[in-house]
């Protein structure tokens, strides 16, 4: 295997443990909940296939979802916020320059690009998670209140993920 594939795995590890040891355990003020393991979708390389990745960002939400005894929320929050990253990353990450990049990041692209894609992915992922959650739109503000707060936090979390674990190349 490539060493694309390995650091996808190692990614996908990583992330699945931080968030189902540590994250999973995080609620603040009742509206925050991050969810990091989202990012490992968000940085899968932009020259992958449609069904591999939908087959990848259902699976992933899945296993987050049998970890929490949840009824699939994330596994379609997940899945949502795939085709989304099919028919936009392109346009925001590289605007629309047909370019391939294997892994997405603060270092890959241009960083306000990258942090208004995590900001707009992260935010439709939680829309969709809290209006299943909360089983339709009848408290909206609390859904557009976890969803802001949430993608915040979660955004900033993301951001420090990237300049903890990823390395800047270099160019000679």
């Known amino acids: 295997m490539n060493k694309i594939v390995w650091r996808n795995i190692g990614r996908f590890v990583l992330l699945m443990a931080l968030q189902l040891l540590v994250l999973n355990h995080v609620y ?11 990012l490992f979708i968000l940085m899968l390389p932009t020259d992958m296939k449609r069904i591999p990745m939908l087959l990848t960002a259902f699976g992933t939400g899945l ?9 699939g929320f994330h596994a379609l929050a997940c899945t ?7 028919l936009f990353a392109d346009r925001i990450l ?7 990049i294997d892994t997405p990041g603060i270092y890959s692209v241009t960083p306000q690009y990258f942090i208004s894609y995590l900001m707009l992915m992260l935010a439709a992922f939680y829309l969709v998670f809290f209006t299943l959650e909360l089983f339709g739109f009848r408290s909206f503000g609390g859904v557009l ?28």
């Open 63 to 71: 296993i987050v979802d049998v970890m929490n005894n949840i009824l």
């Open 80 to 86: 949502v916020v795939a085709m989304l990253r099919i």
């Open 28 to 38: 603040l003020g009742g509206y925050v909940m991050p969810m990091l393991y989202v």
């Open 145 to 172: 209140l976890a969803t802001v707060a949430s993608t915040l936090v979660t955004t900033l979390l993301a951001v420090l993920y990237q300049y903890i674990f990823l390395k800047k190349e270099t160019t000679v």
């Open 94 to 100: 590289t605007r629309g320059e047909p370019v391939t």
